[in-house]
């Protein structure tokens, strides 16, 4: 782990008290039953924590990236379910932080600071990896648009009380005709579709998004028209590390869990052979190595250098670590580990693998940035592109 502060290992410390007290104890009963977790709202209502990410000029905590992703790490090792609904609030307002004047910021966060949530809608059917196929559109009818489309995929959907939708304000344009815009639940038109039930993360809210003739102010339009995807972009680039740090956090919960199985079954033994031994050693230097590239990108990002890069690689790498190492924790302890809470982390790490950007588009970014000069690079990274 690279070295922190003693602020930033108080609030690793009060994460994991929190993680020990409200979400280890219920993690399993709320994936059997797939229902959402109001409860953790309210228990998180006093921290503000799900406002870390939000500036204190606006009430928030204005943890910097690194913090953030301690926090991260936690939840992701008490459930990443449950703390799929801490990083998903803040992806939505990450659009806001991105793009959001000084009004839509305050009537944006303001709910954040009360423990509410919000969603991020980006993914349409027919339009997850490739988000320029998208047909949702926002036709502009004096000072409002006129929004209709659908939503699919979305966290936190059933629950939150503010939303950033991405719709074609210029269709002919494609992705050079997306717009971002905030959106209120409860408006006319505007239908919350029924829960998804998925392999994993199940306590977490997914559901698809319904906009029929629905009318949004023209204030709820962030930055200008046509400046959707690159909002989106930069949105995802501040996110991805975010599922790094719930991958870091489950894999290192299904090491310590295997060991603990391990550890019992050679009480009064011998120490386990090689084989096990060497396997359990592999899987320790897989979670460090992740955790090290999560935090190498969330210190580029508090440096205020480009970093997209470091955050394809942190998601990409954390979450195929968190996929190797929770499956190979099942497949050492066998049939014990498959019908243990071993199967859940499994089962909630195939997820990280695909959300916030899957693994083959992260590789393509990579890629990009690797063929790529880097004076170009950069230059492409501050211009939005």
Not at 300 to 323: H, N, Q, W
Request: proline content about 4%; overall charge neutral.
């Amino acid at each position: 782990m690279s070295i922190l502060s003693p602020e930033q290992q108080a609030i690793k410390q009060a994460a994991k008290e929190f993680v020990a007290k409200y979400i280890i104890p219920n993690a399993v009963t709320y994936d059997k039953t797939g229902e959402f977790h109001p409860f953790l709202l309210e228990a998180s209502r006093e921290s503000k924590i799900f406002a870390m990410a939000v500036p204190k000029e606006y009430g928030g905590l204005d943890y910097d990236a690194l913090t953030q992703a301690l926090v991260l790490e936690e939840w992701g090792y008490g459930c990443a379910g449950m703390g799929t609904t801490l990083a998903a609030s803040i992806l939505s307002m990450d659009s806001v932080m991105v793009a959001g004047n000084d009004d839509q910021k305050r009537r944006y966060f303001t709910p954040m600071i009360n423990a509410e949530i919000g969603a991020f809608g980006l993914t349409e059917p027919g339009a997850g990896s490739d988000a320029g196929a998208g047909k949702t559109t926002a036709v502009k009818t004096g000072d409002e648009y006129i929004l209709n489309g659908t939503k699919c995929w979305i966290t936190n959907g059933g629950f939150a009380s503010e939303f950033v939708i991405y719709a074609l304000t210029d269709p002919a344009a494609g992705m050079k005709g997306i717009s971002a815009f905030i959106v209120e639940r409860g408006l006319p038109g505007f239908t919350i579709g029924q829960a998804d039930h998925k392999l994993g993360i199940r306590s977490s809210s997914t559901v698809e998004l319904f906009l029929k003739d629905v009318h949004v102010p023209a204030a709820n339009l962030l930055g200008k028209e046509g400046e959707g995807m690159k909002i989106a972009m930069k949105t995802l680039d501040m996110a991805r590390p975010a599922i790094a740090a719930l991958s870091v956090g489950l894999a290192q919960r299904a090491l310590d869990e295997c060991v603990k199985m391990v550890q019992a079954r050679f009480t009064g033994k011998n120490y386990p052979g090689q084989t096990l031994s060497f396997k359990l050693a592999d899987m320790q230097i897989q979670v460090d190595a992740a955790r090290l590239s999560l935090h190498n990108a969330m210190r580029l990002r508090d440096a205020g250098v480009p970093y997209s890069k470091e955050s394809a690689i942190s998601k990409t790498f954390c979450s195929d670590v968190a996929m190797q190492v929770t499956s190979q924790a099942v497949t050492l302890m066998g049939s014990a580990g498959y019908a243990s809470e071993l199967g859940k982390f499994m089962r909630d790490s195939k997820i990280m693998q695909i959300y916030e950007g899957t693994n083959q588009i992260q590789r393509l970014v990579i890629s990009r940035a690797v063929l790529t000069p880097a004076p170009a690079m950069a230059a492409a990274q501050k211009a939005g592109k």
